[in-house]
């Protein structure tokens, strides 16, 4: 074993010397040595190393010998002796020898080893400094595969180890919704706020046409969210018991408003900002808002500016059905159906009275002596259509296949009912809720409708309330959340008519607004304030609705919306004049006498 040339040995008493670093370089370099010695003996050997250049022959290693070993040869050609460790040879070992670590030196493990070397990624302290002082190896094309044994790590100049974190991290600490504009006041989370905003009021529309005015500028971006926050605060008040719900809106809604109002102050002092399209929208935004909380001095701000605008009348047209019917609507419900047929007496109803009605009020010269056989014709046809919705019978009467379409049936029942006796009558709607609801308080059959607390449909009705609480509670319990879907034009049919049935007895004055007409002293008692109180938040829930249709509708069918709210502008405008034309004062009507109070 001592005069064996292709081995070294190593005297070790602790197997944690087996990883010296020392020791292993001179176990590589006794390896290597050995190799290179063969090959020189081989004549027809090509190896570079042995029959080019020399110098890798005189390299001397970057550390020296470790103490712990002996080898009788310094030199890296130096082969004639064996390399052993024995006791004797002048080192002091405390330890008695307990192993013996061979390194064979045969041409496959050689070979093998050479291929790992050249191969790892990672390179020693002196070829990486050698490797950086070159500049061509950093200036060289970059190699391609790294599979094909190929040092791309040389050109790159780092190694993978050498990567303070992993690539796919870069950013993951970035919240790009940190970039939106907020509040001045941190309690505001704007974040969940338009969360609110753009599930309730959101639609393609508004993504493709609005939303770049409101990136312009951070009012027009955040004025968004006064009508959502006004809206859930609406909804949410709506949805407790009437004796639990707070007396003021809360906190949050009146914050946002006060910022969304100072920053359009701002921009109004700032000549080129107070005409920008980013302002209007802004105060588009806010009137929303304001209109959804019905408050009486905002309105009257809002209505005497409008008044003041020089608004051309418009001439009224057909916008929502066809004259030949409907085609959206029979899409959801079916031409039998309990919901088509009574929505195809209201659409009678609306093209009778805009076909015949109201042109006749101002008649021609030419057309005069056709008038008064035109106006009979009318009426009897009113008439009629008005008793064919009066005789349908409630939904507690029906059967459905869901009872979410029983309170569809019912809300739209109730505002056709209210409909069609204004139109019949030429009153107001708010003047035709008050008589329904006379008329139903001295019948026997009353309405009944469900308390806005409850779900159950076993529980307690609310009987002698006004027509506005039983649409607004029949709605309550239908989904709006995508505002009826097909429907949508209906939800905002009946929003608009009891919405303006829910408006007091209003009076104009001088300025040309109107405003609610109070009673004098407080009369009345506990039970009156609490239906005013319910029939108030009833016109807060309804406005709501209305606005948050023709939000959504505005964007996608807007020529539908405009003609929709000027028809209606229209015939409130004709009833409000002929309130008291051809018709009796006793009674809720009397034309055909089928109809019931």
């Known amino acids: 074993m001592a005069g064996s040339k292709d081995m070294r040995f190593v005297v070790i008493s602790n197997p944690e010397q087996l990883r010296n670093r020392a020791e292993l370089r001179l176990n590589r370099q006794h390896v290597m040595k050995t190799y290179l010695a063969k090959e020189a003996s081989k004549p027809a050997s090509n190896d570079i190393r042995v029959t080019g250049k ?17 080898d009788s040869s310094g030199n890296l050609h130096g082969a004639s002796n064996a390399n052993a460790v024995t006791p004797g040879s002048g080192h002091d070992f405390s330890a008695p020898q307990t192993c013996q670590h061979v390194h064979p030196r045969d041409n496959r493990n050689s070979s093998a080893a050479k291929k790992r070397t050249a191969t790892r990624p990672k390179i020693n302290k002196s070829r990486s400094v050698k490797a950086r002082s070159n500049p061509k190896s950093d200036t060289g094309p970059l190699v391609p595969g790294i599979s094909g044994r190929f040092r791309n790590y040389a050109y790159l100049g780092t190694d993978a180890e050498e990567v303070p974190f992993p690539l796919h991290h870069l950013g993951g600490d970035l919240n790009p919704f940190d970039t939106w504009p907020t509040f001045d006041d941190p309690s505001l989370n704007v974040n969940e706020l338009k969360w609110s905003c753009s599930k309730r009021f959101g639609s393609r529309g508004i993504a493709d046409y609005w939303v770049p005015t409101l990136l312009k500028a951070r009012h027009a971006f955040l004025s968004t969210i006064a009508i959502s926050s006004c809206h859930d605060d609406i909804m949410r008040r709506s949805a407790r018991p009437p004796g639990q719900r707070p007396k003021h809106e809360s906190v949050q809604r009146a914050r946002v408003r006060q910022e969304v109002t100072s920053m359009i102050n701002q921009s109004m002092s700032d000549p080129q900002m107070q005409t920008s399209d980013a302002t209007m929208v802004a105060v588009v935004h806010l009137l929303n808002a304001e209109i959804m909380g019905c408050d009486d001095h905002f309105m009257r701000v809002h209505q005497q500016g409008l008044s003041a605008m020089d608004c051309r009348p418009l001439p009224e047209s057909p916008v929502y059905f066809r004259p030949l019917g409907y085609r959206t609507i029979y899409k959801v419900f079916a031409p039998e159906s309990h ?9 009678r109803l609306t093209a009778i009275f805009e076909t015949e009605v109201l042109p006749n009020q101002s008649p021609s010269e030419e057309n005069s002596h056709t008038h008064h056989q035109d106006q009979t014709n009318s009426e009897q046809l009113l008439a009629v259509t008005a008793a064919a919705i009066f005789i349908r019978p409630a939904a507690e009467d029906l059967s459905f296949a869901l009872p979410s379409e029983s309170y569809t049936y019912e809300a739209i029942r109730l505002t056709a009912r209210l409909y069609a006796h204004a139109l019949l009558r030429r009153i107001p709607f708010s003047r035709a809720a008050q008589e329904l609801q006379a008329t139903a308080s001295s019948s026997s059959s009353s309405y009944r409708s469900l308390q806005p607390g409850t779900l159950s449909t076993e529980a307690a009705y609310m009987a002698n309330c006004a027509i506005i609480i039983h649409i607004r509670n029949a709605l309550v319990r239908t989904d709006t959340t995508d505002c009826w879907g097909g429907l949508i034009g ?17 009076v104009t004055t001088e300025g040309g607004y109107k405003e609610r007409q109070r009673e004098g002293g407080s009369g009345g008692g506990g039970g009156e304030e609490e239906e005013e109180e319910e029939e108030e938040e009833a016109r807060k829930w309804l406005a709501a609705v209305g606005v948050r249709c023709s939000i959504v509708l505005g964007f996608e069918f807007g020529p539908a919306v405009m003609g929709t709210v000027k028809r209606v502008v229209g015939i409130q405008r004709v009833l409000g004049r002929l309130r008291t034309v051809n018709v009796s004062s006793e009674g809720c009507w009397d034309s055909s006498g089928v109809g019931e109070g």
């Open 54 to 70: 020399k110098c890798l022959r005189r390299r001397k290693p970057a550390n020296p010998p470790s103490p712990a070993t002996t």
């Open 339 to 347: 919901v088509s047929q009574i929505l195809e007496l209201a659409r």
């Open 490 to 506: 209906v939800l905002f049919w009946i929003a608009l008519v009891a919405g303006a049935a829910a408006n007091p007895e209003a």
